[in-house]
């Protein structure tokens, strides 16, 4: 290709030099080669700053560099240089700014001052805060509380989180989606109800012990990439690690650590993955299946001895209807679905059948399909067979995305009223909670289109850009009364005004956030229930930010009666009393929150699985047995050139934050508009490298839906799925294409037909 584009398979590790140069880039191009690497030293440490990328777990004993080449990407776009001024807006009308590139947009650097829209210019002109806060007030008090929706995106604080929650409740509504209704929501329904948490149940530390670690559909060399060096560390110890994915994914192959000095000089690389199994998109229910069948059917045969029968006859229930399920499913059946072998789903078995102490980690490979609480259920089945949950060393594995999103579910960011005390909340503060369900994100989206919401009220994200069926939301979006976007960054739901629309730049974490007693700290969980202090330490983009505390307070006072037990400006002015409220709500996670923040490490929550206490419905762990082999069953494989598209990241985005156009380990340079397929579908198809293709919705509910203008890359994947970069691709999603009990998209799964638009140049 001419221009500019590279597109050549990728033979190095992860990590490695590649990473160090791409560290040095992003400092460089934000203007921050001076001052930026010690910002850097400062991250993920006692007295620093919670890295604003990955939910990755923070050792409590850190290393001398605590950040990974994606971590100093998300540091060096925060502490940019690059000012995106009120000059800026009024040089630019919304419509033409639609026409930047999603990274162009952010690339232009902070946003400074609060703005409101002209719909006379369709431009943003400078607003005080008080006058924005006044409007908001005013409009959100003229409609019904579930009117509006309250949207957070999993990056906010513990403190801020905990505002909004209260925020949204005292005006009266539990529209409280978040970024994990499009993401572990699927976790948080099925592992409450196959071992009575909703969040994973391991530490670091199990890495240390555990001797097999399970992979599902979690690409760590892009978006956990501080999880290689415990995976290194495992691997030297002969750990095997078992991999299941669509795709080979250079991060479960290989590593070599930048910040081993040794390993950089020598390339001594580390081989991560010992087994790699290319399960169909959607296949995992009919691999986990076939690894349970092979398991039972050995013990059945050698009376015992391979299941841990003491474990399930003690602490699970379900087991004999699950058995025979595994026994009763074909192996016929079990390869067609999963795509794999029965060979190669019994090496896995032996394997597991093997080991001690079992790590299953997964990512959005199983949760993102219409059947992903399955997906993550039968993870669950396989590792209850040997006891594997609730001992050190082994566990179940969510690896959240945001860095506090798990935080906030923890501490009040939900739609479903039973997760929150809602009693406790209405006696602290004095006044009825709503009791009715809220909306999440895809009934959020479904209310705006048929236009029950009128505002929309996000703190942080990128929600029109985040969500499926982009078509129709951005042609909905203008008929909201109201829309307030509090951001540290333009992006493109920016630019889709509604009526009423206001811009609200507020400080990000790394950020000194000086208050009237000092400067504040926060605090945030990670993805193994570790919750850690975060304090900024660069100076602030500009003088009229405001920290999300601030502005939440401001919000809430002009739009709530007032309400002597609410001390919003106390609360802004020492964060830690927002944190002694919290406890008064959560005394059983947050009790004696500041003291324990204070901590070296934090403080874990309380997981009761982990110690073997069940709180299910049947006060034991629970197997669950699926409904049917196929994670996406209403994808019409059946039907003629009909393909399953997986909508992933690549290794220079942060979800809608586009970085560049470097998708190193996948060998695509200078482009993000690729789709990714196997020679064996460009011979079916007729397609060849570098054509030029649409990809058209296959859903067969007659909306019409198509990403033009990408390119064909060859690269290996099992026939029948392509791949191709989000958010780009999210206009082919249908609305109701999602999890069916989580209602997360089924982003990994989308039924697409591919249409030639000409021949390679
Ligand atoms: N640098 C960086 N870090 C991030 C993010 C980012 O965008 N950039 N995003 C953050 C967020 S919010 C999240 S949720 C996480 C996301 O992190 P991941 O969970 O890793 O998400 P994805 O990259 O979307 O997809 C994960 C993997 O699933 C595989 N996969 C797709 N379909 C299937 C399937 O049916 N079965 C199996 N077994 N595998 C499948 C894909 O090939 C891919 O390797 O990362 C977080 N960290
Ligand atoms: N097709 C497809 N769609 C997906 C996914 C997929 O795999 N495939 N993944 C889904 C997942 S897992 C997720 S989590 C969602 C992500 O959805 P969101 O969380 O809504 O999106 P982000 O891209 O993370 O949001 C980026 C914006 O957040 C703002 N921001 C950054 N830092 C701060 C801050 O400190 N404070 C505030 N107030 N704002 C800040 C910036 O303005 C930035 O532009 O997308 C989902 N959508
Ligand atoms: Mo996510």
């Known amino acids: 290709m001419s221009d500019g584009t590279r597109i050549e398979p990728y033979e190095g590790p992860a990590g490695g030099w590649g990473s160090l140069k791409s560290v040095e880039g992003i400092l460089h191009r934000e203007g921050r080669l001076v001052g930026g690497n010690a910002i850097l030293m400062k991250q993920n440490k006692p007295d620093g700053f919670g890295c604003v990328s990955c939910a990755w777990e923070k050792p409590a004993v850190p290393h001398t560099f605590e950040y990974c080449e994606n971590g100093a990407k998300a540091t060096a776009w925060e502490i940019t240089s690059k000012r995106t001024t009120a000059d800026f807006f009024a040089a630019h009308s919304l419509a033409e700014l639609r026409g930047w590139r999603d990274h162009d947009l952010e690339a232009h650097g902070r946003l400074t001052q609060p703005m409101r829209w002209d719909p006379e210019t369709d431009k943003y002109r400078p607003v005080s805060w008080d006058d924005a806060f006044q409007e908001i007030g005013a409009e959100l008090r003229r409609l019904e509380p579930d009117q509006a929706v309250f949207y957070v995106s999993g990056r906010a604080s513990l403190e801020a989180s905990y505002m909004w929650g209260l925020f949204a409740r005292l005006h009266g509504t539990n529209n409280l989606p978040d970024s994990s209704n499009m993401c572990h929501e699927s976790t948080s329904v099925a592992l409450p109800e196959s071992i009575g948490v909703a969040v994973g149940t391991v530490s670091l530390d199990d890495f240390h012990h555990s001797d097999c670690i399970f992979f599902f559909g979690q690409n760590p060399g892009s978006n956990s990439p501080r999880m290689l060096h415990p995976l290194q560390e495992a691997s030297k110890r002969g750990v095997p690690i078992i991999t299941f994915n669509p795709l080979h994914e250079r991060g479960l192959e290989r590593f070599l650590n930048p910040q081993a000095p040794l390993e950089m000089l020598t390339g001594s690389e580390t081989r991560i993955s010992t087994q790699y199994h290319q399960v169909k998109a959607g296949g995992d229910i009919a691999a986990i299946m076939g690894m349970c069948k092979a398991l039972i059917e050995a013990d059945d045969a050698k009376g015992g001895g391979v299941l841990d029968h003491d474990f399930i006859a003690q602490h699970t229930s379900g087991f004999e209807d699950f058995a025979r399920a595994a026994r009763d499913t074909e192996w016929a059946e079990i390869e067609q679905e999963s795509g794999l072998t029965r060979k ?4 896995a078995a032996r394997c597991y059948a093997q080991s001690k102490a079992v790590i299953g980690i997964y990512g959005m490979g199983l949760t993102q399909h219409r059947r992903g609480v399955e997906n993550v259920q039968m993870l669950a089945n396989l590792l209850l067979l040997r006891g594997n949950i609730g001992k050190p060393g082994a566990g179940i594995c969510p690896v959240r995305g945001h860095s506090n999103v798990q935080g906030q579910r923890t501490i009040g960011i939900t739609e479903k009223p039973e997760l929150v005390p809602l009693d406790r909340l209405a006696e602290q503060y004095n006044f009825q909670p709503p009791r009715s369900t809220g909306l999440n994100t895809v009934e959020a989206c479904q209310a705006i289109i048929d236009g029950s919401v009128r505002a929309f009220l996000a703190l942080g994200g990128n929600f029109i850009r985040a969500v499926p069926e982009t078509q129709a939301m951005e042609d909905a979006w203008p008929r909201l009364r109201l829309s307030v976007q509090i951001a540290t960054k333009l992006n493109r739901s920016h630019l889709i005004p509604g009526e009423v629309t206001y811009l609200l730049p507020c400080l990000g974490r790394i950020e000194i956030d000086r208050q009237s007693t000092g400067a504040q700290g926060v605090s945030i969980e990670d993805s193994n229930g570790q919750i850690h202090p975060s304090r900024g330490i660069a100076e602030p983009a500009g003088p009229h930010l405001r920290s999300e505390p601030a502005i939440i307070a401001g919000l809430a006072k002009a739009t709530l009666p007032m309400n002597a037990r609410v001390p919003w400006d106390e609360w802004v002015a020492d964060y830690s009393r927002i944190r002694d409220a919290a406890a008064e709500t959560y005394p059983d996670i947050f009790v004696d929150f500041n003291a324990r923040l204070r901590q ?123 791949a191709a970069y989000y958010p780009e691709c999210n206009r082919l999603i249908p609305l109701w294409h999602h999890a069916e009990r989580s209602k997360v998209p089924a982003a990994k799964s989308v039924p697409v037909h591919i249409q030639p638009e000409g021949r390679a140049a």
């Not at 190669?344 to 090496?347: G, K, L, R, S």
């Not at 934090?602 to 082999?629: M, Q, Y």
Request: glycine share 12%; proline share 6%; charged share 25%.
């Open 600 to 722: 070296p490490g934090g403080f874990p929550r309380p997981r009761a699985a982990r110690e073997r206490v069940w709180k299910t419905s049947t006060g034991k762990a629970n197997f669950i047995s699926p409904a049917g082999l196929r994670a996406d069953p209403d994808v019409p494989l059946d039907r003629e050139g009909v393909l399953q598209l997986i909508t992933l990241r690549s290794n220079d985005q942060f979800n809608t934050t586009v970085y560049g156009y470097e998708d190193r380990f996948r060998g695509v340079s200078g482009t993000r508009d690729v789709v990714f397929v196997s020679r064996n579908d460009m011979v079916r198809l007729g397609l060849e490298e570098g054509q030029a293709v649409t990809l058209a919705s296959a859903a067969g509910d007659g909306k019409e839906r198509q990403v033009s203008g990408l390119r064909v890359v060859a690269y290996d994947l099992p026939d029948g799925c392509i």
């Open 344 to 347: 190669a789903m019994e090496a």
